[in-house]
């Protein structure tokens, strides 16, 4: 068992605070005004767990103490102190002193309070901000009524040929519109099956259908569009081969296709038709998002052919599928804008290690400019870089890399996960112009912000970063 370095008082105070923290009796002239259950639940009040209250109370009391000592003043279980101290750590409430044993010193609440502070005004201020979008987002429109939770009717079709029918008795009831979300084979099967044969008055419906486009599609897909213009969008994915098919907005027709393939009568499909008035809102719903996502054919057709990506979105769910799009783009774009927290940064860095990888990069004279909270360790890391530019934020809004036309957005789920990749991390890939625009906008207007490193005197930064004070919040997030 780790012995606590004798000296004077040390007795008294390890028998006062077991006193103090652990029991329900204060003794006479110890924080005379308030009792132990008070301070804990002041410091819960402002954040804080119970087992990190009652440590970092006890780290109060003795300044600095081993893993031994905490656990038995503070009343926290000998397996959670660690991971108790961590968090008071990544708070800025302890220090960890790498001796032997390790020590924790306890750090004044005054600059875990500051930086509390300075996070609630600035989400007061985003709140404030966001008033008059989200009151009309979210004002009570009354819409729907019990009755209608209880309302229309639903049938189910079983097999390809039930669900093809039932497609073709919706295009024949179609008087206005038909809103198609559809999977990759769904036009060559539209084509064979002859659907648009169906509509009895077809220059009088409206048509908005939504597809993915594949190389093997093609022919089907522009066959389509040569009878119906620009009625047909490319999308970037469909719902998991479901075709989601809405009429006059009156009648929505749910299709899993099993299998995803052009054949007319082989297949176990799975229909779901309905006009309850919530299924109906959430096809609407499904087939905006479709839209939000979509575009020109030619222009995607054209991108296709030339084994190039067309753009898209989509939250990349595969580390390493992250990490191939990450060098990716550091192989190939001439510029490159970051703004990240000093974890991932790093991580970044360690990734460009490697001479041969490095050469290429000042080859191609690549310019990289890179938004974080600098620290000691990152100074150091860039200092030979002549094609990196830094700035240093104090609070850094998120985690988002902008490759020429592309923009990779990382919103740390645990910010004090080892491996910001894994499941700690929630990545979004985007290759739209509106998304690379305004990332790019963002970016310019926090480099404008952001302190140049040779305005800053490094014996005054932090050796190293604590990645809760670099996540922003989620609105600030969400401009990205």
Known sequence: MTRIPERDGCKQT??????????????????????????????????LTENQAKAYLALLELGRATASALNKLSGVPRNKVYSVVEELNEKGLVEIVLEDPIVFEARPVTRYLDLLASELESKRRDLKASMPRLADEFQIKATLSEDDLQGGSFRIYKGRRAVLQQHSRMNRDAKGSVKVVCTPSTPAR?????????????EAVRFEIFTPLTKKNIPAVKSLFERLGRAIRVTTGSPRNVIIKLVDDKQVFFTHVIPDTESTTQGDDVGVWTDNPVFLQLATELIERA????????TARLALEADQPFP????????????????????????IM???????????????????FRANMEQREVRIRLVTRVTQEILKAVTDRPNIELRHLDSVPGNFIVFG??????????????DPFEVGSLTFYSTLPGVVVEAKDHFERLWQAAVPTGELDPAELPKASRPDRDKGTPEEEAVA
């Open 190 to 202: 539209m084509l064979a099956s002859d659907m648009l044969g169906d509509y009895p008055d077809l």
């Open 405 to 418: 036309d592309r923009v990779i957005r990382t919103h740390r789920m645990d910010p004090g996960a080892e």
């Open 14 to 47: 390890i028998l006062l605070c077991k006193k103090t923290i652990g029991k329900k009796q204060v003794e006479p002239g110890l924080h005379s005004n308030t009792t132990p259950e008070e301070r804990v639940s002041t410091l819960q009040s402002f954040g």
């Open 291 to 298: 839209k939000e996502r979509s575009q020109e054919f030619h």
């Open 338 to 356: 970051a703004v990240t927290d000093g974890s991932m940064l790093l991580r970044g860095m360690a990734s460009m290690a490697d001479p041969s």
């Open 312 to 335: 898209e979105m989509r939250v990349l769910q595969d580390p390493t599928e992250h990490r191939e799009l990450l060098m990716l783009g550091l192989m190939q774009a001439k510029e």
